[in-house]
């Protein structure tokens, strides 16, 4: 089944709602440029909103290692995903299993290098947008992933909305989907309805395989 990953999550009632609906992770976004950063206090709030089992995700970008740290230690946070190019030193001074980000195009970091990747706990695929602090919100063409392996779990990101996560998924068979913005209301504010048309449209393609 296709695990479904809630990001950009800045209320306490809507990391409930994601864990009542059935998601795998939650995300929180600290980068210092992002319409939804939450701060350290609001971290550890949220981070205890979730329901067991739930792996809470902190979202970094150009944030010092010392920063990094300091957000896993206060959130209580199990993974990080990181929006920049990986190399080795990441691997060493973060101190939780990293999520490597791949932008599929122009403008962002690509693929690191074998050895970087095998160390990390999965990949996710976002859209290349130059300036993008984080997410895009935009989609892009999924036939750049069909058919091909990965030699760690695959989460597919970028303007995935209720409407098209169904066909994305059909498509790209990934381990996971990653929404922010396609179940908001507003920057932050996420959606109920959208929210639970979202796992809906995951659920049917899992069952139909289309």
């Known amino acids: 089944m296709t695990e479904i990953k809630i990001c950009g999550l800045t209320r306490v009632e809507d990391v409930g709602l994601a864990c009542e609906l059935g998601a795998a992770y939650v995300g929180f976004n600290f980068s210092a440029i992002s319409k939804r950063r939450v701060a350290l206090p609001d971290g550890r709030k949220l981070s205890d909103a979730a329901a067991p089992g739930v792996a809470r995700v902190g979202v970094f970008v150009g944030e010092s290692y010392e920063t990094i740290v300091e957000a896993c230690q206060a959130a209580r946070l199990d993974l990080v995903q990181l929006h920049r190019e990986l190399v080795p030193e990441d691997l060493e001074r973060v101190p939780l299993p990293l999520i490597a980000v791949v932008r599929m195009g122009e403008g962002g970091p690509g693929e690191p290098s074998g050895d970087v990747l095998r160390s990390c706990r999965a990949i996710l695929f976002d859209a290349a947008l130059p300036g993008s602090p984080g997410g895009t919100g935009t989609v892009f063409d999924w036939s750049l992933l069909e058919g091909r392996q990965f030699p760690l779990p695959c989460f597919l990101a970028g303007g995935l909305t209720p409407e098209n996560v169904g066909d994305a998924v059909a498509r790209v ?38």
Request: charged share 30%; net charge negative; hydrophobic share 40%.
């Open 173 to 210: 068979r990934p381990a996971g989907v990653d929404v922010a913005s396609g179940v908001e209301s507003a920057p932050g504010v996420k959606d109920p309805g959208r929210m639970a048309a979202f796992f809906d449209a995951v659920r049917r393609a899992d069952e139909t395989g289309q």
